[in-house]
Nanobody, 124 residues
Framework: QVQLVESGGGLVQAGGSLRLSCAAS????????MGWFRQAPGKEREFVAAIRWRGGSTNYADSMKGRFTISRDNAKNTMYLQMNSLKPEDPAVYYCAANALGISSIRGSAYDYWGQGTQVIVSS
């Protein structure tokens, strides 16, 4: 069974940086696409970024381009989200997700597995 465990969230000042991690286990992920989503209180879940495990091609939400970087470490079965220049609109619970068919989608419904989320708080 696929398990995704996020870590790295916390409190950071506006303009600061955080690196989130998503440790994946239970399968061989070479054919998967992994993604990051976020959800702020009272708002809908929002696509952040995705990465194809094989090849490493990436896709970002327009508002994250240039500030966030998604990456993965094949040997560790871990995906990362480096977040720089954090803004007051970035606080949310950040979730990692996995798509078993390798589809790089911005829709959460396309993903088969989800982690429990990690909270990011940005102070002004």
């Amino acid at each position: 069974q696929v398990q995704l465990v996020e870590s790295g969230g916390g409190l950071v000042q506006a303009g600061g940086s955080l690196r989130l991690s998503c440790a994946a286990s239970g399968r061989t992920f070479s054919s998967y696409t992994m993604g990051w989503f976020r959800q702020a209180p009272g708002k809908e879940r929002e696509f952040v970024a995705a990465i194809r495990w094989r090849g490493g091609s990436t896709n970002y939400a327009d508002s994250m381009k240039g500030r966030f970087t998604i990456s993965r470490d094949n040997a560790k079965n871990t995906m990362y989200l480096q977040m720089n220049s954090l803004k007051p609109e970035d606080p949310a619970v950040y979730y990692c997700a996995a798509n078993a068919l390798g589809i790089s989608s911005i829709r959460g419904s396309a993903y088969d597995y989800w982690g429990q989320g990690t909270q990011v708080i940005v102070s002004s």
